[in-house]
């Protein structure tokens, strides 16, 4: 009797966290993604000023442009980013391919997204910083319940309070959790993340409102 009870216990878990991650996952990962490409494009009009690569930086400003005029000249913007990519200067890969993986989650390829995030991620040439934030991208775009320990694995060197992604990262580590069906080790996560006063005030929002959901 004792093992049917635990059974029932598990699968009424497993039930509700997968609820939690349908009603929230998709929200999280949807604002954090829009902040985290927001900062991409800051970083990467940083580099356009003070590269002494003007060239490129043109190029790369070109290309966005043509990311951001239409679905008609999609084509055209990723072979100029294939192009910046393949001159091998390593700030302007990491943004070509950020700007390549925006591309595709507006297209909803999300496979080639996260393969751009990942030749971010695994280029040893790359600043910490892009690869870094790469990491944080693959995790918001390619959560699942089965990989969900792996990203985490991933995501906690990150999640460190010197990082600059360390709050993206930390929220993200928590939804995991929750996507895992591991819901006491997402509540001291989401605990923290809604006290603390350093957070973005729409992060510590959210984490009050799962508390609140998971009877925290």
Known sequence: MVDIF?????DLKRERSEALWRKYGKYVIGVA???VLGVAGREGWKTYEH?????NGTRLANAIDLTQSGENNQDAA????DSIIADGNADFVALGHFQKAAVYLRAGVKESAVAE?????GNGDIDQVYRDLAVVEIAMNNATQSNAM???ARLEPIAVPENAWYYSAREMIAML??????IDAA???????ADDNEAPSGMRSRASEILKAIGA
């Open 33 to 35: 993604a829009v902040i």
């Open 150 to 152: 792996d990203l985490i």
């Open 78 to 81: 990723l072979a100029a980013l």
């Open 187 to 193: 509540k001291p996560l989401l605990t923290e993340i």
């Open 177 to 182: 959790h929750v996507a895992a069906g591991e």
């Open 117 to 121: 995030l990942e030749a971010v991620a």
């Open 6 to 10: 635990q059974e029932v216990e598990e």
């Open 51 to 55: 590269s002494t690569s003007i060239e």
